[in-house]
């Protein structure tokens, strides 16, 4: 397997996993809006507001991440881990956290401070995510489900609590996906 960052003529191949791991696990109508979604945030985001990373095997396409940049009040080199999709026939077997620490690594080689996710607590953990609130760090939209708000801190074990409101990337400010 290995792990890269992705190129841009893999846009509509990495869209089709999103939209196929989704709907097979989530239905067809979220697989078509996490897929919609994935195609927007690699399309309209500009390039220095995202990474995308993928895993592959025999050049086939198998996972892939994306982090979209978060802004602060503060000066705060931050990103939104989010979304992730392993295909369906290679989940549970560790790719998506190789994956994830693969990416977590590259921000930091890239100077991130913070790293979000918004997800379950139970598998995030496993890459160093822990639960905040948001009166540590304030959501950039309203939480359906807070206790799926996560950070990392990429320099100390530490999360420090930041004032004022976060934004994130146009493609994500949507409340329906928050």
């Not at 509509?12 to 067809?28: A, P, Y």
């Not at 639960?131 to 540590?136: A, M, P």
């Amino acid at each position: 397997m290995k792990l890269s960052a992705y190129h841009s003529s893999k846009i509509e191949e990495i869209k089709e996993l999103f939209t196929k791991t989704f709907s097979d696990s989530e239905g067809q109508s979220e697989g078509l809006v996490i897929g919609n979604l994935v195609h927007e945030l690699l399309t309209s985001t500009a390039n220095h507001d995202f990474y995308c990373f993928v895993a592959a095997e025999n050049e086939q396409i198998i996972g892939s991440i994306i982090f979209s940049r978060m802004t602060f009040e503060a000066e705060i080199n931050a990103f939104l881990l989010s979304p992730v999709a392993i295909s369906t026939s290679h989940q549970q077997k560790g790719i998506g956290q190789k994956l994830i620490n693969f990416g977590l690594n590259t921000l930091k080689e890239n100077g991130v401070e913070l790293a979000f996710t918004y997800g379950d607590p139970n598998f995030y953990a496993k890459v160093g995510f822990s639960q905040i609130t948001e009166k540590v760090v304030k959501a950039p939209l309203k939480l359906t489900y807070p206790e799926g708000w996560l950070a990392q801190s990429l320099l100390s074990d530490e999360i420090e609590a930041i004032m004022g409101n976060s934004y994130c990337v146009e493609a994500f400010n949507k409340p329906e996906i928050w």
